[in-house]
Structure formats: structure tokens, C-alpha cells
């Protein structure tokens, strides 16, 4: 079984940068691929993008490539989205699995105001 | 991309009744790459069912799931007061992974 705690809220303005950590422990994170997640009011459940194992491949949404960056060391995933616009504030989630989504982490709310 | 389309919005039914969550693809879905959730207020998603018909370790069984294709749907087969939740379908066959709008069962 896996945990997934993930880092704080965060409030930034608009072309502003945000990075999120994910923290895992209870099995082997370095098994894993990893995704990220967001959630608002008006668009539901949106997926972000993959990462593999190794931290040598991702694969990101069409809307977010140029903007969104994934890497992941021993037992942490991150995610740094850049030039935030306010249609951007969500709550950000980590996940592990290749195919369904097994776990999840807590989420993060990031608010671009 | 594939868009997932849920029904009802809202499901109204009393504990003990029974329960199906319609999900529908816009394409087929590569190999019945559909998996379910269940989110709760302030929590994150859980995950349910997974390969359109396989339940997730510690689901019980009054949860199942079937289909093929572009039609899939979700039972819960007796409502606990546990199971008043939010519940999204996902398809994980194709990228972009898509999720649908969700089904919101409340307590009638």
C-alpha cells in the first residue's frame, strides 16, 4: 500500500510559477509511474500527465505541454506549472498507477488570484 | 480524444435500494480500459472498480461493473450510508485519460 502526502496550498498571482511535491512512502515509489490530476468546479477531474518510473519519459495533456513540468527523484513526484493564469486555480492531486489510478494523494489547492 | 459522458447528473435513492451509474464514450474504449471512483466532500477520488468489471482491493461486493465498448455502467447493489458520494467514470485505454462529469447519489 502506498501514501501519498503531498505539499501545502499555495496562492499566486497571475504568470506566476507553482510547484507541488508529492511524498510517498509505504512501497516501492520507484516502481511506479505517476500522474497528475486537477480538479475545479467548472471542469471536473482533469488529467495533467504521466511520468515513468525512471524519470525518464513523460507525456503531457495538449494543453498543458510548454507549461507543465513532471520530474520525480527516490520518494517525491513534482509537478511546476508555469505562467499561471486564474482559470488554473484547482486543487492539484498526484496519483500512482500506469493504467487506473490506484492511489492518491491528499491534494493541493492552488489559488491564482 | 474520448469524452465520457455520465448519467444521471443525480441519482435520489434510500439505503438499501439499488443503484446503476450509466458512462458513456464517445469512442470505443481500447480493451475495457474503464475504471471507476468515489469521492467523498474534501477528500480525494478512491478508486472502485478497474478494468471495467474488477473491483479494487477492499471494495466490497455490493459494487460491480460492467461493459464493453462505449457503454459501461456502475450497481451498487444495496445503498449503505457510506456509498452517498460523488462517483466518476475514467478511461485510461487512450491519451489523453479522461474522466466523465461525475454522478452525484444522494439520499432521497
Known amino acids: 500500500q502506498m501514501q501519498l502526502v503531498q505539499s501545502g496550498a499555495e496562492v499566486k498571482r497571475p504568470g506566476a510559477s507553482v510547484r507541488i511535491s508529492c511524498k510517498a512512502s509505504g512501497d516501492t515509489f520507484s516502481s511506479y509511474y505517476m500522474h497528475w490530476v486537477r480538479q475545479t468546479p467548472g471542469q471536473g477531474l482533469e488529467w495533467l500527465g504521466i511520468i515513468n518510473p525512471f524519470g525518464t519519459a513523460t507525456s503531457y495533456a495538449q494543453n498543458f505541454e510548454g507549461r507543465l513540468t513532471m520530474t520525480r527523484d527516490t520518494n517525491t513526484l513534482y509537478m511546476d506549472l508555469n505562467n499561471l493564469r486564474t482559470d488554473d486555480t484547482a486543487v492539484y492531486y498526484c496519483a500512482s498507477g500506469f493504467y487506473q489510478f490506484d492511489y492518491w494523494g491528499q491534494g493541493s489547492l492552488v489559488t491564482v488570484s | ?108
Not at chain 2, 35 to 43: E, I
Not at chain 2, 54 to 75: E, H, K, V
Open chain 2, 1 to 108: 480524444e474520448i469524452v465520457l459522458t455520465q448519467s444521471p447528473g443525480t441519482l435520489s435513492l434510500s439505503p438499501g435500494e439499488r443503484g446503476t451509474l450509466s458512462c458513456r464514450a464517445s469512442q470505443s474504449v481500447s480493451s475495457g480500459k474503464v475504471a471507476w471512483y468515489q469521492q467523498k466532500p474534501g477528500q480525494a477520488p478512491r478508486l472502485l472498480m478497474y478494468g471495467a468489471s474488477r473491483r479494487a482491493t477492499g471494495i466490497p461486493d455490493r459494487f460491480s461493473g460492467s461493459g464493453s465498448g462505449t457503454d459501461f455502467s456502475l450497481t451498487i447493489s444495496r445503498l449503505e450510508p457510506e456509498d452517498f458520494a460523488v462517483y466518476y467514470c475514467q478511461q485510461y485505454g487512450s491519451t489523453p485519460r479522461t474522466f466523465g462529469q461525475g454522478t452525484k447519489v444522494e439520499i432521497k
